[in-house]
């Protein structure tokens, strides 16, 4: 990966597109942004598919996440909370904990954060009728 300075920040030219990086969100994304992103998406990615592998049919799946960042520590991200909103058909609350602590398990954004970053995650399900 080749990042290249601009006058705000840093690019990276990347298959999807260009990603801007600064400090200042005029003019690009904020770096606690992206790692936020990427833990969020990276453990959506993975328990979508798992549910997917055991047949859970969803409709929707919506993440809200909250930071906590120490402005005594260069604002350092201490901890985030990913609430999931899960909305379907015949869903098991038991059965989507499981699958999440499995998701957890094997997102690698989550794993190479967990020592350094507390992660919580929690979710509630919306039964919807056909």
Do not use: W
């Not at 936020?36 to 979508?48: E, H, K, L, P, Q």
């Not at 859970?56 to 120490?70: G, K």
């Not at 260069?74 to 602590?101: C, M, P, S, T, W």
């Not at 997102?107 to 350094?116: G, T």
């Amino acid at each position: 990966m080749d990042f290249h300075m601009k006058d705000e920040g840093v690019r990276i030219n990347l298959d999807y597109g260009d990603l801007d990086i600064s400090g200042d969100e005029a003019y690009g994304f904020r770096p606690f942004q992206l790692m936020v992103a990427s833990i969020a998406g990276c453990s959506a990615s993975v328990f979508r598919k798992i549910l997917k592998k055991q047949r859970t049919e969803i409709a929707d799946m919506t993440i809200t996440v909250n930071v906590e960042r120490n402005p005594d520590e260069a604002n350092r991200i201490e901890r985030i909370d990913l609430h999931y909103v899960i909305q379907g058909y015949h869903l098991d609350d038991e059965k989507l904990y499981k699958n999440l602590a499995v998701a957890r398990k094997n997102c690698s954004m989550i794993r190479s954060v967990e020592n350094s970053i507390t992660i919580e995650e929690t979710l509630e399900s919306v039964e919807l009728s056909r």
